[in-house]
């Protein structure tokens, strides 16, 4: 029988996975404060730094500076499962809205209190895979 070793995860994934950590954490506090619009940007925040701890486990080079969730997903080359896919997606697309409101009254209708929930337990969700998959 041949045994399988894997590799201990790289300081610095630890540590871009550890601030995706901190990152959901404020944004369950500022969705329990009200901060809806706040709670979208810090999970967008968490998803990004949990994707790139995955990009530098893979390639062992600092990952490119840039926000988009599915450009650092296509860098990394893998394709996630469908559900995460299209999470990943609109949670790209709400980043703009939410961090920079054209009409603030408008963007705090559309996410309400029960859609941010929902947000932050998908943003939980992909975080969640992301760790398997490293």
């Not at 329990?32 to 893979?58: I, N, P, S």
């Not at 949670?91 to 963007?107: H, Q």
């Amino acid at each position: 029988m041949v045994a399988c070793y894997s590799r201990p995860m790289e300081k610095r994934t630890k540590e871009w996975l550890r601030q995706a950590d901190y990152d959901m954490d404020t944004a369950d506090y500022m969705h329990q404060g009200g901060r809806h619009l706040h709670a979208v940007f810090m999970c967008h925040l968490a998803v990004e730094k949990a994707l790139k701890g995955w990009y530098y486990e893979k390639r062992r080079e600092f990952p490119p500076r840039s926000h988009s969730l599915v450009f650092l997903l296509n860098e990394i080359g893998i394709k996630p499962p469908e559900a995460h896919g299209r999470f990943i997606v609109r949670l790209s697309e709400a980043s703009i809205p939410t961090r920079y409101p054209e009409d603030l009254a408008k963007v705090e209708r559309d996410f309400t209190g029960e859609i941010v929930a929902g947000i932050l337990a998908r943003g939980r969700e992909v975080i969640a895979w992301i760790r398997t998959q490293l």
